[in-house]
């Protein structure tokens, strides 16, 4: 990790550097503005009596900026972190302040971004058109031979109304004292239908009053559990053989988000001439 000191203090700029040195981090010093060299640091250790801090933070956003502080004001702490920073520490303060807020605040991003690449990888794989009932009845059981199918209805569900999701594939090992949510969250549940036994009658047994889904392939009933049935349509839709305008019809519905009309022709072995033609026979909306 690549740290940056902009601290017009020297002999303090130089302590820092020297103990985060020591504790396996690469740091370098700057006393001004015009001293930051043109690369980018993890994190900046930012002085508030340094010239031109705030343009510091405007000019360096990606960065985790740490102030170091005085005195706290709006003009030393509120309106830097406004602009930008993540956290200040005041003055004087002991090192080990300086790596704690550091370890906590780079464990923070890692999080964050890993979570945004998991929402956007869960919104490519999900149908997004599948738009679930605005109030579900908990404990609720998804019938359903579609995994996706359900994961859709459950992911859109907690999207939409900006629900914290908890997941526990019951196929893996889990612990029953860590399955219980919040009352604005949400657990949702895989494999329902390999509990067995006693497994089953305790998951039942805690689902009682918990903000529980359940996705399963069988069609056995299961007292104390609100069911929904998903039809798979997209399925259903290929029994038997289809005809020529059936086929281009399911393959237009099914493609036309993904692609461009020029690829989508292409793939069809159309013109986009007649793919528009097709689209005004089929009544289908672009």
Known sequence: MKILIVENEVYLA?????????????????TSFNDIKNIFYD???????VDSFMKIIQNHKQSMILLLVS?????????PIAAGAYDYIQKPFMIEEV??????????????????????????????????????????????????????????????????LHFTDLSSSFNLNELLVGASEIRYFTNFQVLKGSKLEQILKLSKGQNFIFHTNSKNHFEGLNELCLEDKENNDYKGILTVDDYLKNMILKWQDSYTDTDLSKKLGISRKTLWEKRRKYDIDK
């Not at 994190?43 to 009596?49: E, G, K, P, R, W």
């Not at 109030?135 to 998804?142: C, G, N």
């Open 14 to 30: 130089q302590s820092i550097a020297i103990k985060l040195n020591e504790a396996g981090y690469e740091s370098d010093i700057a």
């Open 43 to 49: 994190v900046i250790l930012l002085s508030t009596n």
């Open 71 to 79: 005195y706290v004001s709006s003009d030393t702490v509120s309106t």
């Open 99 to 164: 790596l704690r807020k550091i370890k906590y605040f780079y464990n923070y991003n890692r999080l964050k971004l890993q979570n945004q690449a998991l929402n956007s990888y869960v919104k490519s794989v999900i149908d997004l058109k599948i738009h679930p009932v605005k109030k579900i009845t908990f404990p609720l059981l998804i019938k359903t031979n579609n995994q996706i199918l359900a994961d859709s209805y459950v992911f859109n569900y907690a999207f939409s109304n900006n629900i914290l």
